[in-house]
């Protein structure tokens, strides 16, 4: 039974995931004061997040894009997969378009940067828990018109990551490569799979070896 209470005399139930405790905090204080809403659970992970959910059934969900197992894109669509009424919005740092068409994609109705003052964040959980929808394709189509290159809000040392994917490496080997720690590269992937609107590894390697094998086409042909 899905006990939503976004129905008139009700408060609207929020739930937040993020991994930052003063962030959650503080979201969670300005929608306890907002009038009908109300926090009913904080997580810190995509597991955290899921189990809750399951437990107390928010009507709206903000999640975080980069959580410590994964992203909000994978939340958000385990949610989904087992109660299709709970509404997110993602509240993420990334103001680009492949994170955006990856909200939409997954079924998030809004996308909100964490610059934004708390008062919209609590309008935009308002307007969301009434029902409307404030991320749709023809934005995000209208935002990606000139932007087709999925790596090009990548940082240089996620490109270095695509590329040593693309080349076969584990994460172990990448992190010796580039001499950093393992969990750095898995950060760094996590990251750069939010931005190219990608779920998994296997993607990214992919999109590479067909990246290679387009250049080495290019130059056989000159």
Known sequence: ????????GTDLTVMIIDDHEVVRRGIAEVIDR???MSIV???????????????????VMLVDLQLPDGTGIDLIKAVHARDESVRAIVLTSFDDDVALAAALDA???????KSVRGAEIA?????????RVLLDEKTVTRRRKDHDDPTEDLTPSELKVVN????GLSNREIAERLSIA?????????????????QRRT??????????NRAWSADNAQ
């Open 1 to 8: 039974m899905n006990t939503n209470q976004a129905n008139a």
């Open 164 to 167: 040593l994917i693309g080349e």
């Open 41 to 59: 659970a904080e997580a810190g992970s995509v597991a955290e997040g899921l189990r809750r959910a399951e437990l107390v059934h928010p009507a």
């Open 182 to 198: 393992e969990k750095t590269v898995k950060n760094h992937i996590t990251s750069l799979l939010a931005k190219m609107g990608l």
């Open 107 to 113: 079924g998030a109705v809004a996308y909100v940067l």
């Open 34 to 36: 907002s009038e009908g």
């Open 203 to 212: 993607q990214v390697a992919a999109w590479a070896a067909a990246r290679r």
């Open 123 to 131: 309008d935009v959980v308002r307007a969301v828990g009434a029902g």
